[in-house]
């Protein structure tokens, strides 16, 4: 689940040249690739696998601030925001205890930023 949550924020945080109007527009009106998912499940993984095995987002959250969601969710929505500079992610939203905001952080920028691009083959959203 908390890969979908990554990949939607993604496309929700990014914008895309529209090949109709040749104007930016928000990413998420397009369809990801299977390219792209295959990338935000690995990305979103391999961030995981850089955790303390016993870090539990549950009990490091400070708030949540959406009904119905959960830790693992924001703590994904956070990585996309935070390894893409942002301005916002798990430093900003006051969301995580200290120091685990400033340690999620650092792993957050050990990835390089993810920049989108609509495909002009397919209509569908693409990584580079």
């Not at 990305?43 to 969601?69: H, N, V, Y």
Request: hydrophobic residues 35%.
């Amino acid at each position: 689940m908390s890969a979908n949550s990554y990949l939607g924020a993604l496309l929700w945080s990014s914008t895309v040249i529209d090949p109709e109007t040749g104007e930016d527009a928000p990413a998420d009106q397009f369809g990801a690739s299977s390219d792209l998912i295959d990338i935000a499940k690995r990305d979103w993984e391999s961030f995981c696998a850089l955790l303390p095995e016993d870090f539990d987002p549950e009990d490091q959250i400070a708030r949540m601030t959406e009904p119905g969601s959960d830790a693992w969710d924001y703590l994904a929505h956070d990585f996309a925001l935070t390894r893409n500079y942002h301005g916002v992610g798990f430093w900003e939203s006051g969301r995580w205890h200290q120091p685990w905001g400033d340690r999620l952080t650092e792993l957050a920028h050990k990835f390089p930023e993810t920049t989108l691009y609509l495909s002009s083959n397919d209509g569908e959203v693409e990584a580079f």
